[in-house]
């Protein structure tokens, strides 16, 4: 939740919110600016209108439109003619007709904790049944969350033909701090049940083929990713760790980080060397079934490359084959048209060949979600 910007320098019309979808409270329903934005939300019905920016005098004023399907549009909004003029559209080579709508669900976990969750369908295929599923889950973990807005990465899967499930497990942000701090020292624990229990709520529903389901994420999402293959080794067919966290005990024990980072991940991950390992796949691959595929950034400072690196020699050493995707001038993410392009590029192919088949026709491919424009 947060405030909704007005049309001067420093003045609020009103309250946003997420509620499964975005959503607008304002103060005054009559002031020029509520009335100017409610004008424009009737201009594109179903889609998050607010205002971003504005002069101090409030004579003019950018506003964002965008959606689920629909990467946004920037509008210069003149108040003396009261009109929006479109100014700059966000990656304007999608058609939002062609991508793939999130569903808001709410489920509830093993212990009675509800879950808000998004379910996209591929384009067209609202009411299949038994699709191939990937649950794909956001870094952080606390304090972040997935909401309803495009996600190129959630599209690029979709539109293949996958569904594509995210859970704001416990420790997400935007549900208070009695939820986030739920998933304290819950790493491999209650946080990595959460997900579990959306796996099996999908399968349940007819919504997701128990035979094809991956798991995918990065950062907090990569190391829930590999956690989940080897917690739930019949559960997930493959598994895909994108600049992930996989020995606990090494995160939590950096000395290149400032003392106050270092003082949060042991308040938050927790201190006990045997509970952090028993929780850090790269000394569980005993327990693993499912295909892996690594991404990895060399110049990542936030989670250090040696965490892909070490699980990568991990397997080798067991000889267990496995994708390695390393581009030694990344960071925690990659970042380059070039790179991403390579990344959805590369997870298609990887999701296809463990879960597929893919889908065909119109859908859009990987490389046009973000592709060189």
């Known amino acids: 939740m947060g405030l909704a910007q007005g049309l001067a320098h420093d003045s609020i019309m009103g ?6 979808r975005p959503g607008l409270s304002v103060f005054d329903a009559h002031s020029p600016d509520a009335q100017a934005l409610i004008a424009l939300m009737k201009q594109y019905p179903g ?3 607010q205002f971003v920016s504005g002069t101090d005098d409030g004579s003019k004023a950018i506003a964002l439109v965008q959606a689920d399907a629909d990467p946004g549009t920037y509008f210069l909004y003149d108040r003396a003619s009261n009109t929006f003029s479109p100014l700059l559209q966000r990656a304007s080579w999608i058609d939002p007709t062609q991508m793939a709508s999130k569903q808001p669900v709410t489920l509830t976990g093993r212990d009675g904790l509800k879950l808000q969750c998004y379910l996209s369908y591929p384009p067209g295929q609202a009411n299949a049944r038994h699709l191939p599923m990937v649950v794909f889950v956001h870094g952080g973990p606390y304090g972040k969350r997935d909401d309803w807005s495009y996600d190129e990465y959630v599209q690029a899967m979709a539109t293949r033909g996958y569904a594509v499930l995210q859970v704001n497990y416990r420790g997400s942000g935007g549900y208070g701090y009695d939820f986030l701090k ?3 020292h819950e790493w491999g624990g209650k946080m990595q049940d959460d997900l ?3 796996t099996r709520w999908a399968i349940a529903q007819g919504i997701a083929d128990p035979n094809r389901i991956c798991i995918y994420g990065g950062s907090y999402g990569g190391y829930a990713a590999l956690e989940g293959a080897v917690k739930e080794p019949g559960l997930y067919k493959c598994a895909i760790g994108y600049v992930g966290v996989y020995d606990l005990r090494k995160m939590v024990g ?3 980080v400032l003392s106050s980072e270092s003082q949060y991940w042991k308040r ?6 045997t509970t952090l390992a028993q929780h850090s796949p790269i000394y569980e691959l005993n327990n693993l079934k499912a295909k892996v595929m690594l991404i990895v950034g060399g110049k990542d400072e936030t989670v250090l490359p040696e965490q892909g690196e070490d699980l990568h ?10 994708e390695w995707l390393y581009q030694r001038d ?3 993410g990659f970042y380059t048209e070039e790179h991403i392009n390579e990344v959805l590029t590369k997870v298609g192919a990887f999701l296809d060949a463990n879960i597929g088949p893919g889908a065909s026709g119109s859908a859009t491919s990987p490389a046009n979600v973000v592709g060189a424009h």
Request: charged share 30%; proline share 3%; hydrophobic share 30%.
């Open 15 to 20: 309250v946003g919110f997420i509620d499964g």
């Open 313 to 322: 020699k991990a397997l080798l050493v067991r000889h267990i084959p496995h």
């Open 254 to 256: 950096r000395e290149d």
């Open 330 to 332: 990344e960071l925690h």
């Open 47 to 49: 889609e998050d209108v």
């Open 268 to 273: 938050t991950v927790g201190t006990d060397e």
């Open 182 to 184: 739920a998933g304290y």
């Open 196 to 198: 579990t229990d959306g």
